[in-house]
């Protein structure tokens, strides 16, 4: 196997996300034959002994990809100093190391998420540079004024820098008379800072009360139940790596769907 740089051996094997191996390449957390890494290096997975914090590295074999539906109160990321549950918790033990996030989701937020073991793809999905969208069904107090909601389209000042173009529509208005009075929005963005849409919002005077995540790229899936995971199918992955929609199955199969374990 010809040499590859080490932060994209790292993410092939699932350790981290490119950006996140050349962190730890920086730290002095990786060696190479016994010899600290730098960044930049090259290295053959197969031939020279790579180690993360002390940890020999095992070339990556298959790939796992999951779609997962994350729900409200857990953390994304393998572990909380809070002792908060995370959706590594919806995993059996033997994904957990192997899976990183490919785009989070926060605390209260819900919806689809994609764990992979394949560390190129998750930097992707995850990259706005890639320009792979994310859709959520959001839901606010009140109804926002039309000329706010075209403010939101084009772009605001968050933390000093200008929000990229997004894609928003009505969804559903409130109910007449004395019933609810909130709205239900879609939203498209093919960036993801935190906590962006409810910052969004927020500053429109109507904020989020609950958020949802129905889609990443193309995959989305309606019956996925909350907590649980599936694997991508062929089509799917296909879809997330080019950028084009799945193509549809030539004949309707039954799907599979696997609940969390002990849950």
């Known amino acids: 196997m010809s040499p590859e740089r080490l932060q994209r051996i790292l993410s092939r094997a699932g350790v981290a996300s490119r950006r996140k191996a050349e962190e730890m390449i920086k730290e002095g957390r990786v060696t190479v034959n016994g010899r600290v890494a730098e960044v930049g290096e ?78 190129d793809l998750a930097h992707r999905l995850a990259h706005p540079s890639f320009g792979c969208s994310k859709t959520y069904h959001v839901k606010v107090k009140g109804v926002p004024a039309e000329e706010s909601i075209v403010k939101l389209k084009t772009g605001v000042m968050l933390d000093g820098k200008r929000t990229a173009p997004a894609r928003i529509r009505l969804l559903k208005g409130p109910r007449g008379g004395k019933g609810e009075s909130n709205s239900w929005w879609v939203v498209e963005l093919q960036e993801g800072r935190n906590r962006q849409i409810r910052e969004m919002f927020f ?8 958020l949802i995540r129905v889609g990443i790229g193309r995959v989305a899936d309606r019956d996925l139940p909350v907590g649980s995971y599936r694997k991508l199918s062929t089509r799917e992955l296909e879809s997330l790596r080019s950028g084009e929609a799945p193509k549809a199955p030539k004949r309707k199969r039954r799907r599979r769907t696997t609940r969390s374990a002990g849950r």
């Open 203 to 210: 500053r429109l005077g109507n904020p989020v009360q609950r």
């Open 42 to 119: 090259k290295a053959d997975p197969l031939s020279d002994a790579i180690k993360v914090d002390g940890r020999r590295l095992k070339p990556a074999r298959g790939k796992s990809h999951y779609l997962l539906y994350k729900p409200r109160g857990y953390m994304s990321t393998r572990s909380d100093p809070q002792g908060r549950p995370t959706v590594f918790d919806l995993l059996p033990p033997k994904f957990r190391k192997s899976l990183v996030i490919a785009g989070r989701l926060d605390f209260n937020s819900e919806g689809l998420m994609i764990l992979t073991s394949d560390g």
